[in-house]
């Protein structure tokens, strides 16, 4: 498995798309700085977080985990990216034919697909750490992110946004490996990461409560609504619920992908 | 007879149609074997099923001997080159082929450079594969094959397309692989003529069934040139023709077909009126390996 894995990485560092994407990546990473200054100085779109705490109400204009979520969530640059690239990595070996040379040579086709997931989500990691940090790093220079930081809302919003980016990853892997199609797969992964199916979402869910009375925002259960929605300062329950919705969509998009590998002919 | 692969009725079916259906072959280890068909026939079908690319619907097959989930394990023995060579385009040749290597665990930079000298490609230094030409991308699939040191290798229509140059360094490659490294090698390629100069081993496959199996002499025997003379006695022309000296004889229906000494036929007549047969037919029958095929799969309109 290690040696697949190594593979993977090893033709993603080969790859020119690989750097395409950094360097838009880089670029995106300044302009999505330039935004949040203006941002910050348009009393109009202020950002400002209102926090009970024993001495009354703390006013905090900008917060690590507002910088956080604008950078990963709001400003939809990044999502889009990643999904551009998941899509190119999950398909590269097939759209070239290479995948003719392994699938032939190992017994195991899951763990071919596993160690392809995990080299993929690796990558994904590094891009996430890097660019919230760097975003983060900027902005504190910038625009004084941090006067009144609160770091245990910030790693939380890390994990729950990361858990949620991996869950969208790894859907954008198992519809791409399942249509061997880059365009079909680019397409789909780019209508969820800009939003376009929340709406949807939006509309089942209206839908949903309309006809049963139910008090439940369907929604919510949706990954990519949950994602959006998700700000940092939404409560413990919500957080929970969200943390529970990226796991049962990373868990089930995961194992489709790995088991159903196995009735799938390689038709490179 | 060892066999290094042998099928047991082997079978793809999509829907209705089967591609490949109750195909049974048998490799022998250290052979070229040539799998003759025409385009659709079922070829690249059976040898994706022997590469592991595709599932069969019935029918299994077996490697060294082994068959089931140990066939599976064999598999790492098996080198593939089905359709066009699966390779990044904007990786080098060596690039290309460590890609493969660090699937396998082989770190060997030297071994992976042999492999390129093997197959004519160790001066293509940082050229990228995208700027390779179809007989150089072709060559190069060979070597990815040769990654994992296989004993089986399979390979589909690795001629198609290539000019005249190209064939023939392709023919050296084979045997090469074949001769000098003992590598069993199943080829398919509808270009009869170029598979006759290689394989040692031949299967004709049409609509997805195999038609025949043979060695390259029984093959050989049914093609080339021959006396085909027909007589109203076959017992006493055959005697006559052994006191003669002719051995390479066969009788085919109401014909005797003999491969040898074929301008003879004159003292073949004479000698038979000297002991009252009557000669009704002599003639130098020609049947190249391409008019024998059509014969097979039921002539040109087929093709």
Same mark, same amino acid.
């Given at each position: 498995m290690s040696n697949i894995f190594r593979m993977h990485m090893y033709r993603a560092s080969k790859a020119v798309s690989t750097y395409v994407i950094l360097i838009i990546l880089a670029a995106s990473l300044f302009m999505t700085l330039g935004l949040l200054v203006i941002a910050y100085d348009n009393p109009l779109t202020a950002m400002v977080t209102v926090t009970m705490t024993e001495s009354g109400l703390e006013i905090n204009r900008l917060t690590?985990?507002?910088? %956080?979520?604008?950078?990963?969530?709001?400003? @939809?640059?990044?999502?889009?990216?990643?999904?551009? #690239?998941?899509?190119?990595?999950? @398909?590269?070996?097939?759209?070239?034919?290479?995948?003719?040379?392994?699938?032939? /040579?190992?017994?195991?086709?899951? =763990?071919?697909?596993?160690?392809?997931? &995990? +080299?993929?989500?690796?990558?994904?990691? +590094?891009?996430?750490?890097?660019? *919230?940090?760097?975003? &983060?790093?900027? *902005?504190?220079?910038?625009?004084?992110?941090?006067?009144? +930081?609160?770091?245990?809302?910030?790693?939380?919003? #890390?994990?729950?946004?990361?858990?949620?980016?991996?869950?969208?990853? =790894?859907?954008?892997?198992?519809?791409?490996? &399942?249509?061997?199609?880059?365009? $079909? $797969?680019?397409?789909?992964?780019?209508?969820?990461?800009?939003? =376009?199916?929340?709406?949807?979402?939006?509309?089942?869910?209206?839908?949903?409560?309309?006809?049963? %009375?139910?008090?439940?925002?369907?929604?919510?259960?949706?990954?990519?609504? +949950?994602? /959006?929605?998700?700000?940092?300062?939404?409560?413990? *329950?919500? =957080?929970?619920?969200?943390?529970?919705?990226?796991? !049962?969509?990373? $868990?089930?998009? &995961?194992?489709?992908? !790995?088991?159903?590998?196995?009735?799938?002919?390689?038709n490179v | 007879m060892d066999y290094i692969l042998t099928t047991n009725e082997l079978t793809k079916q999509y829907g209705s149609y089967k591609a490949s259906n109750e195909v049974s072959i048998h490799v022998q280890r250290g052979a070229i074997y040539g799998l003759i068909g025409r385009n659709g026939a079922g070829k690249t079908t059976l040898m994706k099923m022997i590469g592991g690319l595709s599932r069969p619907t019935s029918g299994s097959y077996e490697i060294r001997g082994k068959n089931g989930e140990t066939t599976e394990k064999m598999m790492s023995k098996v080198g593939i080159l089905i359709e066009a060579p699966g390779l990044y385009p904007n990786m080098t040749a060596m690039q290309n082929l460590t890609t493969k290597a660090i699937a396998l665990g082989i770190k060997d930079k030297k071994y992976l450079m042999g492999l390129l000298e093997e197959v004519g490609l160790a001066d293509t230094g940082k050229k990228k594969a995208k700027q390779f030409s179809l007989g150089m991308k072709q060559r190069l699939g060979i070597a990815m094959a040769l990654v994992n040191k296989p004993e089986l290798l399979i390979l589909d229509e690795p001629i198609n397309g290539l000019d005249p140059q190209g064939i023939a360094e392709m023919r050296n490659i084979l045997h090469h692989l074949c001769y000098d490294r003992g590598i069993t090698i199943l080829i398919s390629s509808h270009i009869l003529d170029e598979l006759s100069k290689v394989a040692t081993q031949y299967g004709i496959i049409h609509e997805g069934t195999l038609l025949e199996e043979e060695s390259k002499e029984e093959l050989f025997s049914k093609c080339c040139e021959r006396l085909e003379l027909k007589t109203n006695d076959i017992s006493k022309t055959l005697e006559i023709l052994n006191a003669m000296g002719f051995s390479k004889i066969e009788v085919k229906d109401d014909a005797i077909n003999i491969y040898e000494r074929l301008n003879e036929s004159g003292a073949i007549t004479i000698a038979l009126a000297k002991e009252n047969v009557q000669t009704n037919e002599i003639a130098l029958k020609t049947e190249a390996l391409e008019d024998y095929y059509f014969q097979l799969t039921g002539g040109k309109e087929n093709v």
């Open positions: 690590p985990t507002i910088v %956080h979520m604008f950078y990963i969530q709001s400003s @939809n640059t990044y999502l889009i990216l990643v999904t551009v #690239f998941a899509v190119i990595f999950t @398909n590269c070996d097939f759209t070239r034919g290479f995948a003719k040379n392994t699938y032939s /040579m190992f017994e195991s086709r899951r =763990t071919l697909v596993f160690s392809k997931w &995990l +080299a993929l989500v690796t990558c994904i990691s +590094a891009s996430y750490i890097v660019y *919230s940090f760097a975003g &983060l790093g900027l *902005s504190a220079v910038c625009v004084k992110a941090f006067e009144s +930081a609160r770091w245990g809302d910030y790693w939380v919003g #890390f994990f729950v946004t990361y858990l949620c980016l991996i869950s969208l990853v =790894t859907m954008v892997f198992w519809i791409t490996s &399942l249509f061997k199609s880059p365009a $079909g $797969g680019m397409v789909i992964g780019i209508l969820i990461s800009s939003g =376009t199916f929340a709406l949807i979402e939006i509309l089942i869910a209206g839908l949903f409560a309309r006809t049963t %009375h139910l008090d439940i925002n369907l929604a919510d259960y949706f990954l990519d609504y +949950a994602f /959006m929605s998700y700000n940092g300062s939404i409560g413990t *329950s919500a =957080t929970i619920r969200t943390i529970c919705v990226a796991l !049962v969509y990373l $868990g089930l998009a &995961l194992t489709m992908s !790995v088991f159903l590998s196995d009735r799938k002919d390689v | -």
